[in-house]
């Protein structure tokens, strides 16, 4: 008999286990929004849906139960009305991601600024538009990748994230990662590189080099906002860059990336 599709309950019952088996111990829930159906296969897509992946046991299986993900939906509905932190007192609204979630190249950022706080939406302000002429330099879309952040909320004054802050936070990129299950990881900055490959060690000294995180190669890079400091690094950024068309078999296009 084929295997009935959860239904929207079951998922929430699933996400709800699935906190709690991590030691989330209150969770706020609001309606999720619409989302916008598939998209079209693109260079940096995966073929398959995605974006609903609530796993149910059958009743004769054994061995430790195995929390089941959330989709998306619901992760993103739960992170809305989030209040594990103080950043849900000054956030205009929480920034989730971009991105269908299906896609091979998930970029992780530091946390939204005041563009992203307006708007909901994450890397939309002037790092947002360098990060998005970086994707073009790749020959991709914004649409063909996932994009989210450390951190779901603005940090006043557009402060460093706080260490209780990120581990507040901490299971909402832990789950998306797991749910967009990315080939690889694009870690853009400090703080992206050292929760993603559980390290202090300077982006300095992790940029350009492949780290792996749970099975999922990492590239370590410079965040967007530190290229429009110095703008001279954006070369090393770029070959960051050609490494993650390279480890997917994708085209490299000969050029470079000039942002200006
Ligand atoms: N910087 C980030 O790290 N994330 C954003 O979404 C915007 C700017």
Redesign the pocket.
């Known amino acids: 008999m084929p295997a009935r599709r959860p239904r929207r309950n079951d998922a929430l019952s699933a996400a709800l286990g699935y906190f709690r088996d991590l030691g989330v111990r209150e969770l706020h829930l609001a309606a999720p929004p619409a989302v916008a159906g598939p998209t079209s296969a693109r260079p940096g897509a995966r073929p398959e849906t995605r974006d609903a992946v609530p796993s149910t046991r059958p009743a004769s299986a054994k061995g430790p139960a195995v929390p089941a993900l959330p989709d998306l939906d619901t992760l993103r509905a739960t992170v809305a009305a989030c209040q594990l932190c103080g950043l849900c007192r000054t956030r205009t609204q929480t920034?989730f991601a971009d991105g269908t979630g299906r896609s091979r190249i998930m970029f992780v950022?530091?946390?939204?600024?005041a563009?992203?706080d307006a708007t909901g939406v994450?890397?939309v302000?002037r790092?947002?538009q360098l990060l998005t002429k970086m994707i073009g330099a790749m020959g991709l879309d914004r649409a063909d990748v996932y994009i989210a952040?450390v951190l779901k909320c603005r940090p006043p004054g557009n402060r460093n994230p706080e260490p209780a802050e990120i581990a507040a936070c901490r299971p909402y990129l832990e789950t998306q990662i797991e749910v967009v299950k990315p080939a690889v990881l694009v870690a853009?900055?400090k703080f992206a590189a050292q929760f993603l490959l559980e390290t202090e060690e300077p982006i300095t000294r992790l940029r350009g080099k492949w780290g792996m995180r749970r099975g999922i190669a990492v590239m370590p890079t410079f965040?967007?906002?530190f290229l429009l400091r110095q703008p001279e690094r954006k070369k090393e950024a770029w070959e960051d860059l050609q490494q993650v068309l390279r480890k997917l078999g994708l085209p490299v296009p000969g050029r470079k990336e000039s942002g200006s």
Do not use: C, K, L
């Open positions: 920034v950022g530091e946390a939204p600024g563009d992203e994450p890397f302000g790092a947002g952040n853009m900055g965040h967007p906002s």
